[in-house]
C-alpha cells in the first residue's frame, strides 16, 4: 500500500512523462491526447526541445485534476448509443 501511495504522488515543480501523467489522472495515454486537444479546457504541456516528447509540470497536472476532468462519451459505430 506504501509503495502504492508513493506512485501517485506529484511533485508541482517536476515534469512527468505521458505514461506517468496519465497514470496519476486515471485515464489511458490516448485519453490524455484528447485532454491536450480539448477545446475548452486543454491541458498545457511542454515539448522538449531536444527529444520532442511532451512532458507535463506537476502542478498542471494537479490543477487540471482538482478543476475535474472533462467527460467525454465513448465512441460509438452507429447512433443507437
Known amino acids: 500500500?506504501?509503495?502504492q501511495?508513493?506512485?501517485n504522488e506529484i511533485v508541482p515543480e517536476?515534469?512527468?512523462?505521458i505514461s506517468r501523467a496519465a497514470r496519476y489522472l486515471g485515464v489511458h495515454r490516448c485519453?490524455?491526447?484528447d485532454y491536450?486537444?480539448?477545446p475548452d479546457n486543454p491541458l498545457p504541456f511542454i515539448k522538449v526541445a531536444e527529444t520532442g516528447k511532451l512532458?507535463?509540470?506537476g502542478s498542471d497536472l494537479i490543477a487540471y485534476k482538482t478543476a475535474g476532468?472533462?467527460?467525454k462519451g465513448?465512441?460509438?459505430k452507429n447512433g443507437n448509443g
Open 1 to 3: 500500500m506504501m509503495i
Open 5 to 7: 501511495r508513493l506512485f
Open 14 to 17: 517536476q515534469t512527468y512523462s
Open 31 to 33: 485519453t490524455l491526447y
Open 36 to 38: 491536450i486537444h480539448n
Open 55 to 57: 512532458r507535463f509540470y
Open 69 to 71: 476532468l472533462p467527460k
Open 74 to 76: 465513448r465512441k460509438r
